[in-house]
C-alpha cells in the first residue's frame, strides 16, 4: 500500500502527447505529514526529473509547498503539468536544462523519441 505504480498520459497538444511515462509514488511512514516521493524510470529525460528518476517539484517538498491537504489526484495533475511546463529556475537534471535552454528544438526531439519509449498504446 505504501508504493504505487502509476502512469503520467502526456497532455494533448504538447509534446509529450502520446506517451504513457510509468511513475512511481511511495508513502512514507509519516504520510499525510510528509509528501510521497515520485520517480520516473532513471535517466528520464526533463529538466525537472533528478537523473535517479525523482521529481524535483515544489508540492513534493516538504520544506516548500507540501502540505498534507495536497490530494493524490493534485499530485499526478501537478507532475503531469510539469512534463510540459517545466520549471527553468528549479532544475535538477543538467542535460535537460542546458538543451531546454539553448536549442529548444533539439529538445523537443528527444521529448518525441522518449514519448515512443513509452506509447500510450
Not at 520549471?87 to 529548444?104: C, G, H, L, R, V
Amino acid at each position: 500500500m505504501k508504493k504505487w505504480s502509476c502512469v503520467i498520459p502526456g497532455k494533448q497538444g504538447t509534446i509529450w502527447e502520446g506517451g504513457a511515462y510509468p511513475l512511481n509514488l511511495e508513502f512514507p511512514d509519516e504520510y499525510p505529514t510528509r509528501p510521497p516521493i515520485a520517480r520516473f524510470p532513471a535517466g528520464f529525460f526533463h529538466p525537472n526529473i533528478y537523473p535517479s528518476g525523482k521529481v524535483c517539484l515544489s508540492i513534493l517538498n516538504e520544506e516548500k509547498g507540501w502540505r498534507p491537504s495536497i490530494t493524490i489526484k493534485s499530485v499526478l495533475t501537478g507532475i503531469q503539468e510539469l512534463l510540459s511546463e517545466p520549471n527553468m529556475m528549479d532544475p535538477a537534471q543538467e542535460a535537460a536544462y542546458y538543451k531546454k535552454k539553448s536549442d529548444n528544438e533539439a529538445y523537443e526531439v528527444e521529448v518525441k523519441m522518449q514519448a515512443k519509449l513509452y506509447p500510450a498504446n
